[in-house]
């Protein structure tokens, strides 16, 4: 008895496994019917009865290819034999067919098999130079921070292209190695660029961790290289981190007087977005003169604010004097975030120190409604600066 392969089961089969293999699903009669409603729901908006249309290699669902093979869009370098799903890009967008699966509450040990796109070594030096002041990264431990660098996969962009469009479902999280993207967002239907990242950074994960759209659109200005990790990765590793991160720190973020005039929705993010550095007696956490790249709080010990006047730096008695100090729930290293400029100051451990930290990025993004508070603050600075060197040039220079 012969049998025959009705026309379009293969491709139809194909699409299916391979959205498997992407959300990997812990459920798969559900999800196939979810699917399959799904796109017998598409089909019938489409006025298709027929079966499903090719597009090269995939099958159409939702307006978008799924891929089961290289699309001729890209280069495919991995060999067909290691069989994995194919990485996540910016071709092949996720599409919302069932809820996350993931609990990042559960402790349980991770049993989902790992994600690895191969790399040379000359990839693997970037990739860790491009991650290393990740803070979505600072607390995962060394093997977790293995299997992220495993999984992340190489994105290059040409000019004008939109990276992520605001609205859409997240796919991937980004991490820049070179290249100037802006930050669009619609207001009222007209795009208002709102930011920039300047060949460092990351952006995307908001959507991953909080299962929201886009909130805003990503625009390459040049040809740049970025590094993408997939949904799947992200939400297994790093928003599990996060929830027992979040535990830990929810308290203490209620207490910093600074961040009550948030909601409680933005305090969880900023949670999110924290990182962890500790710094021995007498250790310098910051430089007068540098340049600002993140904003501190104090979670134990105490910081020496310390500072020389620029007014008399030809002067060989200009010394360090000390401004304030700060203690547990106190803050330091905003003030050249919100005025754009150099440190004014430097900071010392007084013992053993530990701090939690705000990159710049997040702070701009996440601290917006605080940054009034923290203007008012520089009257109170201009004043010490006034009974310590008689003015407050220092501040304003």
């Known amino acids: 008895m012969s049998i025959e392969i009705p026309v379009g089961l293969t491709e139809l089969l194909q699409g299916y496994t391979v959205e498997v293999l992407r959300q990997r699903p812990p459920d798969l009669v559900e999800f196939a019917v979810q699917y399959f409603t799904r796109l017998r729901d598409t089909r019938s908006q489409d006025g298709s009865g027929a079966t499903a249309k090719s597009v090269g290699k995939g099958v159409m669902f939702d307006g978008e290819p799924m891929q089961t093979e290289s699309n001729g869009d890209e280069d495919d370098d991995e060999d067909d034999s290691d069989f994995e799903p194919p990485p996540p890009s910016r071709f092949n967008r996720r599409v919302s067919?069932?809820?996350?699966?993931?609990?990042?509450?559960?402790?349980?040990?991770?049993?989902?098999p790992r994600v690895v796109h191969p790399k040379t070594d000359e990839q693997r030096c970037r990739l860790q130079e491009a991650c290393k002041d990740i803070l979505l990264f600072k607390a995962l431990d060394q093997e977790q921070f293995s299997q992220v660098l495993d999984a992340m996969f190489e994105v290059i962009v040409q000019p004008q292209e939109h990276v992520i469009n605001q609205g859409d479902d997240g796919d991937n999280f980004y991490v820049i190695e070179r290249g100037v993207y802006d930050?669009?967002?619609?207001?009222?239907?007209?795009?208002?660029?709102?930011?920039?990242?300047?060949n460092k950074g990351s952006f995307g994960e908001l959507a991953l961790m909080y299962n929201t759209p886009r909130a805003a659109t990503i625009i390459a200005k040049q040809e740049g290289a970025l590094w993408g990790l997939d949904?799947?990765?992200?939400?297994r590793l790093i928003v599990k981190n996060n929830a027992k991160k979040?535990?830990?720190?929810?308290?203490?973020?209620?207490?910093?007087?600074?961040?009550?005039?948030?909601?409680?929705?933005?305090?969880?993010k900023i949670v999110d977005v924290l990182g962890v550095?500790?710094?021995?007696?007498?250790?310098?956490?910051?430089?007068?003169?540098?340049?600002?790249?993140c904003f501190y709080v104090v979670e134990s010990g105490e910081v020496k604010i310390m500072m020389k006047s620029k007014t008399k730096a030809d002067r060989q008695d200009n010394a360090e004097v000390e401004i304030t100090r700060c203690t547990r729930g106190q803050y330091f290293g905003e003030l050249a975030l919100v005025t754009n400029k150099p440190r004014?100051?430097?900071?010392?451990?007084?013992?053993?120190?530990?701090?939690?930290v705000i990159d710049v990025q997040a702070f701009e993004r996440l601290l917006g409604p605080c940054k009034e508070i923290m203007k008012r603050n520089i009257v109170h600075y201009e004043e010490q600066l006034v009974a310590l060197f008689g003015s407050s040039m220092d501040l304003r220079d």
């Open 231 to 235: 949904r799947a990765t992200f939400r």
């Open 97 to 112: 067919v069932c809820a996350e699966p993931l609990n990042p509450d559960d402790d349980e040990e991770d049993s989902e």
């Open 183 to 198: 930050i669009v967002v619609q207001k009222d239907g007209v795009g208002c660029c709102v930011g920039q990242y300047d």
């Open 246 to 268: 979040r535990r830990m720190y929810e308290s203490f973020i209620e207490s910093v007087p600074l961040l009550k005039s948030l909601e409680l929705s933005e305090r969880m």
């Open 344 to 356: 004014a100051a430097s900071a010392y451990a007084i013992g053993d120190v530990k701090c939690l």
């Open 277 to 293: 550095k500790i710094f021995q007696d007498g250790e310098r956490i910051i430089m007068q003169g540098d340049q600002a790249d």
